[in-house]
């Protein structure tokens, strides 16, 4: 059974600060890693993606991957309050489906 | 470009019942995945359809089925619902199927729930 982990949380960081989440993975052949964020009754929205190892930024959230330790994480820099949400990691399986974790609710304090 | 629609929104329906859920793909993508989110299971793949035909399918019972349309648009059916099939169902398309580079984006999710 191919498993996403995630540290469900929460996780509370004060406003400004580095937000990091971590997620890893049983499914050594996975290629395709995706980070989405969702607000309280809200759907999951994409916000990055990664396939190669090291590092991708965009704008605040870089994410990181290293397929050796099978290990993702996501870093949010200058942590807003309207970051509070819950992060949820993905990871494309071997039938292209999306294998979720359960994800870490981020708690970003004013 | 419009974003993956789904209907209902809302939906109450009584255990035995059945129900049927509607998605409205983004225009271009071919690729429908459905998911089934609970507080305590998380967000679990039910089953993806690309180009009308059921490609993937994860583990749920028989009586959670689909179909996919000429237009892409798909729909979910639930029959002989139980208790425990409330929960938030999520449509997601996506350009490409099956090979890297899959961005999905979901809808707004229907709220099923069975009383």
């Known amino acids: 059974q191919k498993e996403v982990e995630q540290n469900s949380g929460p996780l509370s960081v004060p406003e400004g600060a580095i937000a990091s989440l971590n997620c890893t993975y049983s499914?050594?052949?996975?290629?395709?890693f995706f980070w989405y964020r969702q607000y309280s009754g809200k759907s999951p929205e994409l916000i990055m993606f990664?396939?190669?190892?090291g590092d991708k930024e965009d704008g605040r959230f870089t994410a990181q991957l290293n397929k050796a330790s099978q290990y993702v994480s996501l870093l949010i820099r200058d942590s807003q309050p309207s970051d509070s949400a819950t992060y949820l990691c993905?990871?494309?399986?071997?039938?292209?489906?999306?294998?979720f974790g359960k994800g870490t609710k981020l708690s970003v304090k004013p | 470009k419009a974003g993956v629609t789904q209907t209902p929104r809302y939906l109450i329906k009584t255990r035995g019942q059945q129900v049927t859920l509607s998605c409205s793909p983004i225009?271009?993508?071919?690729?429908v995945s459905w998911y089934q989110q609970t507080p305590g299971q998380g967000l679990q793949f039910l089953f993806e359809?690309?180009?009308?035909?059921?490609?993937n399918k994860g583990n749920f019972p028989g009586r959670f089925s689909g179909r996919q349309f000429s237009n892409s648009r798909s729909e979910m059916n639930v029959s002989t619902l139980e208790l425990g099939d409330s929960a938030l169902y999520l449509c997601?398309?996506?350009?490409?199927?099956?090979?890297?580079?899959?961005?999905?984006?979901f809808g707004q999710g229907t709220r099923l729930t069975v009383v």
């Open positions: 990664i396939y190669s190892n």
């Open positions: 997601a398309s996506s350009l490409i199927n099956g090979v890297l580079n899959t961005e999905a984006f």
């Open positions: 225009s271009g993508h071919r690729s």
């Open positions: 499914d050594r052949g996975s290629q395709s």
């Open positions: 993905a990871v494309e399986g071997s039938q292209g489906n999306l294998i």
């Open positions: 359809y690309f180009s009308e035909t059921q490609r």
